[in-house]
Nanobody, 124 residues
Framework: QVQLVESGGGLVQAGGSLRLSCAASERTFSFSNYAMAWFRQAPGKEREFVATITWSGAGTRYADSVKDRFTISRDNAKNRMYLQMNRLKSEDTAVYYC???????????????WGQGTQVTVSS
């Protein structure tokens, strides 16, 4: 089973920036076949949608809480997806997961492949 691998998490002060990356554990996994997304789970809360991007990168959607601060992008030639996070807030503290699936949407059930997550901690 292909796994996705996130990187780029860490500790940052409020107002700062981080860039998360997502790669596949196997070279044969072709990102370009899938819609990709980021979800996050804060302590004591359900995992929630953050952003998604179509297979081509032409379409994106964001949760209201991150709109205008976060940018999702992808580089299919490199088999990578990114989440640029700016003006971070303490409420952005969570484990961030990348996901891949055939359905472009906000539902977790639409994604078939998941990473193990990377911790983002925003100090106030």
């Amino acid at each position: 089973q292909v796994q996705l691998v996130e990187s780029g998490g860490g500790l940052v002060q409020a107002g700062g920036s981080l860039r998360l990356s997502c790669a596949a554990s196997e070279r044969t996994f072709s990102f370009s076949n899938y819609a990709m997304a980021w979800f996050r789970q804060a302590p004591g809360k359900e995992r929630e949608f953050v952003a998604t991007i179509t297979w081509s990168g032409a379409g994106t959607r964001y949760a209201d809480s991150v709109k205008d601060r976060f940018t999702i992008s992808r580089d299919n030639a490199k088999n990578r997806m990114y989440l640029q996070m700016n003006r971070l807030k303490s409420e952005d503290t969570a484990v961030y997961y990348c996901a891949a699936g055939l359905n472009y949407g906000l539902r977790q059930s639409g994604y078939d492949f998941w990473g193990q997550g990377t911790q983002v901690t925003v100090s106030s």
